[in-house]
């Protein structure tokens, strides 16, 4: 690409010297002509001159392209600076033209600026001024100075005749001195002056040399080094103490006054607290809203609902303050003594037994005690395991990331273990564990790290379970009963709850051996099929609630028919519970629910005590009500598009700026905008690229020529250069020979 | 195709006998190759041949008379014994009279062990013995027209449950391809399917491919699969077999659609019971027949049916035909946009979007999985760090969705950096707020009334 640009750089730059040749009179054998179809118009048109062109092409090539290849690889050029030598000049002329310029340079140098003798022109030798020359030889001699007297050296060598010095004879007369001794003392003289000083040199060398080496000693010694830390400690003990004096000064030192908190009022506190418990409330709904992030949107669109379901929420809520206020003075009848001893206790144990203080470590160990205690749930632990959870829940505050990793790594472990023994007997720290993470996090929201996947655990182990007595049901009800308060507040539906309570309700009903249990956990074969079934009418007894630690007890049981009462009583709140739940659910209630009442209605109540009478009597008015309530049904509507069709309208179309040479210009897109516009420059692209392309080829077999040209020339100088040599061979060898002849 | 053996030799036997009981079976196969009983060598042969003769009779007594389930044993012997054609064909011949409706428990286990462990039918197999006599025919065609006689007297007799759950699946899988004459087997299948329940299951993929290959006629074979459509069969061990099935079954383009219309319908009730594990699957099977079929679009968009009892859908009844689930539509599904895990509530959504045109495969995840996906949700200090990392999930979980419409938004450097300033708001772990009660069971609910410690 480089190269067209070149080319284009190039071919412009010479249009105008070649211009000349295109003013000559052009041969009329050179011109092109084009038919023209149109008879109208003369037949030939000129269109151009080729042949013409071509030269005209092939000539800037030669003066550009032919230039750069002669001066390729040829990286310096030789510039002649030399005046006048191009011109054709007589010598005194070119020199005249030399000194022109070199006043001229001299002039407008800097250096001659200011200087006031540029009239005078200095004399030169070689190029240096003759003052120089003679300093120079001046300097040339210095060297031997301060031996020779002036008037001596002047007597020497300007001596002109006569040298008279006079000098104490040894016998006390004066004699003549003769040039010859004259010289010879002025020689010894200097000698000695040059053994002098050269011996004061020595003295001195030697000198330094020595003190070095002492130096060098000294150093090696290291008396020289300088207790450096010594003085910088001093020097920072003084800064440091000047520091804190400053300080003291500014700051009135590390006594500063905390901003005290206002003193508030029960009242205000109360207030506050009220504040507090509403934000999270409101946090809390809005993590269980499925579009968590138009909260607002839907508080909008209902307006009514969502009203309701607030005053519920704030009555709720406000029964909650009222259960922990129960609570209390329940503690004040007795509890609150026993909490106090349990927590000395602990503290006891605190001390004896090395419980971490660490709160992440202390949790971690409680943990492990809630799980372990709850691994053998007699009546003792399993008090103790409610008192285990709040101590757990303010333990779990102080660090909630690290005490939910906790939680999730025993899930984990959970999981495993129930993997590795599918179908066992439900552990009761399972549900512990349930109960726990109920109590310590929010199960109402939509996820959450730690209720989810427990969730999942739960749900998963009521599937599994296998139901071969009525402890079976009894154990998976209890969970049951769990995960409804679970879903208490975000009414989530949990099918698998669902399915398996349907199951249990099959159980207590004669079913016929077609009817398929909703899950597969059920006994098929007989005796178990109606496990839950009342045969006969019972006696009025007083029915115990039923107690956990012996539900969950590995011991081998006795089937009572105290105990199907007591497990039907509890499937029946359940199923009240979970009716009430989904009743919100008024799109498919009906499809949750009338399979139970279908079976509800089989339900042999006559046989039951009065109580449970009651209690199914009220569930299935509670279940045919809701039915009836909840029996609409939510379509389901499809969002669907509908693609409306304008008809053609027929009337005239008025075209304001009509150009009749390019009438399709308005109708046709693809003919303006931005569109035909990159389309028009993309073929003048094109075209561009094609032109530059042909001209690339040309000078490319214009280069090919010019190097077979050149080749072609140094193979022939070659050859024209052995001729020569064979042919002097030749005539010498002629001449050899002719030689031999001649001798012989 | 007579077998000229040798008498076996009594003694022989009980030697052999012994030698299987004690599992040498690698050394049973070596003295067995030295054997030359077809050779031409007259003298050697006849003895070498009652050596064989013996050693096959010993084994015929090991299966049938051996009163335990020598699984093991068998399993070893057909390893290194049982894998030459002759000795296959020589066994089969052997066992085949042997198979009487008088045998034990144990026996019929054994038979079906050596069953199960010789090679398939379809493996190409290479003979033990040199066979100068051609005494033995020759040919896989024979070889599985035996196998095919031995499967055919083994399942006409009274097989107990355990072994028929157990035969059922792998007969199906493996055998019934290969057998000459597969349509022999029709009577057997169909007694099992009859036998209801996981049976059904299980022999329905062997009637499914009898009315594919044999052209089988099973009329009510639809309403049959439909009676066993229930929401048990989600919660057993060979659902994902079943709903492959069912899904198979369904693809054809020339069902009627009342069948199509019960089917789905019967699928959304089913949704209402099934774990977890299955609402994935179950989803995407119902959307893969509403985008396979249109006919079923009136069934997620109608106005009709305004009440629970209007609804002509017949729940019970067994025949598709009159279920009238095409008048009906699948309000159920609303339910599950309540489902207690997100991801089911948010995949059931595309009932409300525009039909899709692509069916999608039906992933079939274990609650294993499912759990460690939800254990694997980022969450707390993680979140910050890694909103990213969600994203890429939640992508993910488009994937299986059809083609995500929207391209994924650059985001700019800017909008990183302002994202970066205000971290998210839910960074912290939600807790409870109110301290729980100290005791298990609380007082105010009705647990206390219905529990004790």
Not at chain 1, 313 to 328: A, I, P, S, T, V
Not at chain 2, 183 to 193: H, N, Q
């Amino acid at each position: 690409m480089s190269r067209a640009k070149k080319a284009q750089k190039r071919k412009s730059e010479l249009k105008k010297s070649t211009s000349e040749i295109k003013k000559k009179p052009i041969n009329p054998f050179d011109l092109k002509y084009m038919k023209k179809k149109n008879a109208s118009e003369p037949t030939k048109v000129v269109q151009g001159t080729p042949a013409v062109s071509r030269k005209r092409a092939m000539e800037i090539r030669k003066q550009t392209l032919g230039v750069e290849y002669q001066r390729f690889g040829k990286v310096n050029q030789i510039e002649d600076r030399r005046i006048g030598e191009k011109q054709k000049l007589s010598e005194d002329e070119k020199a005249e033209k030399r000194f022109m310029a070199q006043r001229q340079q001299m002039i407008s140098s800097k250096k001659s600026r200011f200087n006031l003798n540029d009239d005078e022109d200095s004399l030169t030798h070689l190029g240096q001024s003759l003052s120089s020359v003679a300093k120079y030889e001046k300097a040339v001699d210095s060297d031997d100075e301060g031996g020779l007297n002036e008037d001596v050296v002047a007597l020497a060598n300007f001596g002109g005749g006569s040298m008279t010095v006079k000098v104490p004879d040894d016998e006390g007369g004066e004699r003549k001195l003769s040039r010859k001794e004259i010289i010879a003392e002025v020689i010894s003289k200097s000698k000695h002056a040059k053994a002098i000083r050269k011996i004061a040199r020595d003295e001195y060398d030697g000198a330094t040399d020595r003190l070095d080496e002492q130096l060098k000693n000294l150093m090696t010694s290291g008396i020289l080094h300088k207790p450096l830390g010594k003085s910088d400690s001093s020097k920072l003990a003084n800064n440091d103490s000047y520091d804190v004096f400053f300080r003291e000064i500014q700051m009135g030192g590390d006594q500063r006054a905390a901003a005290g908190t206002p003193h508030k009022t029960d009242e205000q506190k109360a207030a506050e607290h009220e504040k507090i418990v509403k934000k999270l409330e409101d946090d809390k709904v809005r993590r269980m809203d499925p579009e968590n992030s138009d909260f607002i949107n839907h508080e909008s669109a209902d307006v009514d609902v969502e009203s309701v379901e607030v005053s519920s929420r704030q009555k709720r809520r406000e029964e909650r303050r009222g259960k922990d206020d129960f609570e209390l003075r329940y503690d004040q009848s007795g509890k609150i003594i026993l909490d106090e001893r349990s927590r000395s206790q602990l503290v006891a144990s605190d001390e004896v037994t090395g419980e971490p203080t660490n709160p992440k470590k202390k949790f971690l160990y409680k943990l492990e005690e809630f799980d372990v205690t709850a691994k053998n749930p007699t009546i003792e632990n399993i008090e103790k395991i409610g008192q285990l959870i709040p101590e757990l829940f303010s333990l779990s505050k102080i660090d909630t990331d690290f005490s939910s990793r906790c939680m999730r790594a025993l899930l984990r472990q959970k999981w495993k273990k129930m993997k590795k023994y599918k179908h066992k007997e439900l552990d009761f720290s399972i549900v512990a564990y349930l109960k726990l993470a109920a109590d310590l996090y929010p199960t109402s929201d939509r996820w959450h790290p730690v209720c989810t996947p427990s969730l999942c655990f739960a749900l998963e182990v009521v599937t599994s379970a296998r139901f071969k007595n009525c402890f079976d049901c009894a154990r998976v009800l209890f969970i049951c009963s769990i995960l409804a308060n679970w879903v208490d507040e975000s009414k989530r539906y949990l099918p698998e709850v669902m399915a398996t309570l349907q199951g249990l309700l099959m159980l207590a009903v004669k079913t016929s051996e077609e009817e398929i249990f909703p899950t597969m956990s059920f006994p098929i074969t007989q005796p178990f099929r109606n496990m839950l079934y009342v045969g006969e009418k019972l006696e009025e007894e007083p029915i115990e609630p039923l107690s956990l630690s012996h539900v969950f007890n590995d011991e081998p049981h006795e089937e009572t028919t105290e105990l199907r009462i007591q497990v039907l009583r509890i499937l029946f709140s359940i199923i009240q519970k979970f009716i009430e739940l989904y009743a919100g659910h008024k799109e498919a209630f009906c499809a949750i629910f009338n399979p139970f009442l279908k079976l509800w209605k089989c339900l042999p109540i006559e046989n039951y005590p009065e109580f449970l009478f009651d209690e199914a009597k009220e569930v299935q008015n509670l279940l045919e009500k809701k039915i009836e309530e909840n029996s609409s049904i939510t379509q389901l509507k499809r969002k669907t598009k509908q693609n409306i069709k304008i008809l053609k309208m027929l009337e005239p179309e008025f075209e304001e700026d009509f150009d009749p040479e390019r009438p399709r210009l308005r109708k046709d897109p693809g003919r303006k905008g931005s569109k035909a516009e990159q389309r028009k420059l993309s073929q003048i692209l094109k075209r561009e690229k094609r032109g530059a392309m042909k001209e690339l080829r040309l000078d490319a077999k214009y280069l090919a020529r010019v190097q077979t040209e050149e080749q072609q020339k140094i193979s022939q100088e070659r050859k024209e250069k052995t001729n020569k040599i064979l042919h002097s061979l030749q005539t010498q060898e002629s001449e050899y020979k002719k030689k031999k002849l001649k001798k012989f | 195709m007579k077998l000229v053996l040798n008498r076996s030799n009594k003694n022989k036997i009980i030697e052999w006998q012994e030698r299987i009981q004690n599992e040498d079976s690698e050394e049973i196969y070596e003295t067995l190759k030295e054997l030359n009983p077809f050779t031409k060598d007259n003298v050697k042969a006849d003895e070498d041949s009652s050596d064989l003769a013996s050693f096959l009779e010993a084994f015929y007594n090991f299966i049938v008379t051996s009163s335990e389930n020598e699984r093991n044993v068998i399993k070893k012997l057909c390893n290194h014994v049982f894998k030459f054609s002759d000795l296959i064909l020589l066994a089969i011949q052997g066992l085949n009279s042997r198979i009487s409706k008088s045998l034990s428990e144990s026996a019929k286990w054994n038979l079906y062990w050596f069953m199960r462990f010789i090679p398939l039918p379809t493996k190409k197999l290479y003979p033990l013995y040199r066979d100068d006599y051609e005494v033995l025919p020759i040919g896989s065609n024979i070889l599985n027209e035996h196998v095919q006689s031995m499967w055919l007297s083994f399942t006409k007799l009274e097989l107990p449950s355990k072994l028929c759950r157990l035969m059922v699946p792998f007969f199906v899988e493996h055998i019934i391809d290969a057998l000459p004459n597969s349509e022999l087997f029709g009577d057997f299948l169909f007694s099992v399917f009859n036998k209801g329940q996981i049976y059904s299951v299980l022999s329905l993929a062997g009637i499914f491919k009898l009315i594919v290959h044999r052209n089988f006629e099973y009329p009510e074979f639809y309403s049959q699969v439909y009676h066993l459509t229930h929401s048990s069969v989600c919660y057993s061990s060979y659902s994902q077999k079943f709903f492959e099935l069912l899904d198979l079954f369904l693809s054809s383009t020339h069902i009627p659609s009342y069948i199509l219309a019960a089917f789905v319908k019967k699928l959304s009730r089913i949704l209402l019971q099934a774990p977890l594990s299955h609402q994935f699957v179950l989803l995407t099977l119902i959307r893969n027949l509403i985008t396979r079929h249109n006919v079923l679009l009136p069934l997620i968009h109608r106005d009709e049916p305004v009440t629970f009892t209007s609804d002509p859908y017949n729940e019970e009844e067994k025949n598709p035909k009159n279920s009238k689930a095409l008048e009906s539509s699948l309000w159920e599904l609303t339910l599950v946009r309540k489902h207690w895990y997100d991801r089911v509530s948010k995949k059931a959504d595309f009932l409300d979007r525009q039909a899709q045109e692509q069916e999608n495969l039906l992933i079939w995840k274990s609650v294993d999985e499912l759990f460690e996906e939800i254990m694997a949700r980022k969450f707390g200090a993680g979140t910050a760090e890694s909103t990213n990392g969600n994203d890429q999930e939640s992508n993910e979980e488009n994937e299986e969705d059809e083609i995500p419409k929207k391209k994924k938004k650059k985001v700019t450097f800017v909008e990183l950096r302002s994202e970066t300033k205000h971290p998210i708001k839910d960074n912290e772990l939600p807790m409870n707020y109110i301290k729980p009660a100290s005791s298990f069971l609380r007082h105010t609910s009705i647990d206390y009334k219905l529990w004790q410690p």
